[in-house]
């Protein structure tokens, strides 16, 4: 999977959006699996958005509880 091309001089900052609403997992387009492990998955992901890239790591809720 490959995301289009990315300006990372483009700074979070410009996004119109209040403090307290926070990222949501909708905000991401979720790539492929980075890696796995005893708590859970690693995927390549892209801010919708921005176009920012980061990894975001799935937890099982009973893990953490």
Same mark, same amino acid.
């Given at each position: 999977y490959s995301f289009p091309p990315l300006n990372i001089f483009e700074p979070w900052a410009q996004e119109d959006r209040k403090e307290s609403d926070g990222l949501k997992i909708r905000d991401f387009q979720l790539g492929k699996c980075i &890696?796995?492990?005893?708590? &859970?998955?690693?995927?390549?992901s892209q801010h919708k958005k921005t176009g920012f890239i980061c990894a975001i790591k799935k937890i099982l809720k009973s893990t953490i509880i």
């Open positions: &890696g796995s492990g005893k708590f &859970g998955d690693v995927f390549m």
